[in-house]
């Protein structure tokens, strides 16, 4: 299977993996720009491969929120990888999925769950807390669910500059405060607070839809920060939706489908 490429387009940022000699060598972030063309980014990755001495890869393995960059990132991997790109959707790969229609499942959700499962091997709840905020439930045999969207840290920030006339735009935290003393202050308290009690209310009504307390697997640009918050156990996975297109990848060609 390696070298594998694997991309993760999300709204804010673009995050690739590359899976060398059974493990994850490198890691790149790019920030989202659908104003860029195929050529650029095919630069900017053929750039990225050689600094680790690599022209190109066996696979490379896509997941993409931004409909408009998708079909550039296939482009670029036909240039840069010996098979052809795989755009990893719902369902398959090994995961069932209650969803209604099943392909509206967002890319990211689903092989953050399949990653999810396949490190559980049981029940799971997958926190994904970034530009926005995803609890999703998978079965113990490895059925998506459903679960819950809400807006992240950053828009609910946004949210209160753009909605009010005097309220400031607050880089959103968690501060140690309980109750803010200026007005920069209270915003950041709501925010960060009410944000971490968002989340644990969503994994207790999610508990609750399954059954069982099942284990919580978290990843995001969020994670670390949100982890000593929640007050419940939960297995921090930075790398959750690059492992996520990897277990994908191994699916495919365990079962005799290059493509």
Same mark, same amino acid.
């Given at each position: 299977?390696?070298p594998?490429?694997?991309?993760?387009?999300?709204?804010?940022?673009?995050?690739?993996?590359?899976?060398l000699?059974?493990?994850?060598?490198?890691?790149?972030?790019?920030?989202?720009?659908?104003?860029?063309t195929?050529?650029?980014?095919r630069?900017?990755l053929?750039?990225?491969?050689?600094?680790?001495?690599?022209?190109?890869?066996?696979?490379?393995?896509?997941?993409?929120?931004?409909?408009? *960059?998708?079909?550039?990132?296939?482009?670029?991997?036909?240039?840069?990888?010996?098979?052809?790109?795989?755009?990893?959707?719902?369902?398959?790969?090994?995961?069932?999925?209650?969803?209604?229609?099943?392909?509206?499942?967002?890319?990211?959700?689903?092989?953050?769950?399949?990653?999810?499962?396949?490190?559980?091997?049981?029940?799971?709840?997958?926190?994904?807390?970034?530009?926005?905020?995803?609890?999703?439930?998978?079965?113990?045999?490895?059925?998506?669910?459903?679960?819950?969207?809400?807006?992240?840290?950053?828009?609910?920030?946004?949210?209160?500059?753009?909605?009010?006339?005097?309220?400031? *735009?607050?880089?959103?935290?968690?501060?140690?405060?309980?109750?803010?003393?200026?007005t920069?202050?209270?915003?950041?308290?709501?925010?960060?607070?009410?944000?971490?009690?968002?989340?644990?209310?969503?994994?207790?009504?999610?508990?609750?839809?399954?059954g069982?307390?099942?284990?919580?697997?978290?990843t995001?640009?969020?994670?670390?920060?949100?982890?000593?918050?929640?007050?419940?156990?939960?297995?921090?996975?930075?790398?959750?939706?690059?492992?996520? *297109?990897?277990?994908?990848?191994?699916w495919?060609?365990?079962?005799?489908?290059?493509?």
């Open positions: 299977m390696d594998l490429l694997a991309i993760d387009i999300g709204n804010t940022h673009i995050k690739l993996g590359l899976w000699d059974g493990s994850w060598r490198e890691e790149w972030r790019l920030s989202t720009d659908v104003r860029r195929a050529d650029e980014y630069i900017s053929h750039s990225l491969l050689h600094q680790v001495g690599l022209e190109g890869v066996r696979r490379c393995a896509i997941a993409s929120v931004v409909p408009l *960059l998708t079909p550039i990132f296939m482009r670029v991997g036909e240039v840069l990888s010996e098979l052809p790109p795989i755009e990893i959707q719902p369902p398959g790969y090994g995961m069932a999925v209650d969803y209604v229609p099943p392909d509206s499942l967002g890319a990211d959700r689903f092989v953050n769950a399949l990653a999810a499962w396949h490190k559980v091997q049981a029940a799971v709840v997958v926190v994904d807390v970034g530009t926005t905020a995803t609890v999703d439930a998978v079965s113990w045999e490895g059925r998506f669910l459903g679960g819950a969207i809400a807006p992240g840290p950053h828009f609910l920030a946004q949210a209160l500059a753009q909605g009010t006339a005097k309220l400031p *735009l607050v880089a959103p935290t968690i501060p140690d405060l309980a109750l803010g003393r200026n920069a202050a209270a915003v950041s308290v709501g925010v960060g607070h009410g944000f971490v009690g968002m989340v644990r209310e969503l994994v207790t009504r999610t508990w609750k839809a399954l069982e307390e099942a284990p919580v697997v978290l995001g640009g969020w994670s670390q920060r949100l982890l000593p918050w929640l007050h419940f156990p939960a297995r921090l996975e930075p790398k959750l939706t690059l492992d996520g *297109l990897r277990y994908a990848v191994e495919l060609e365990r079962e005799g489908r290059p493509e």
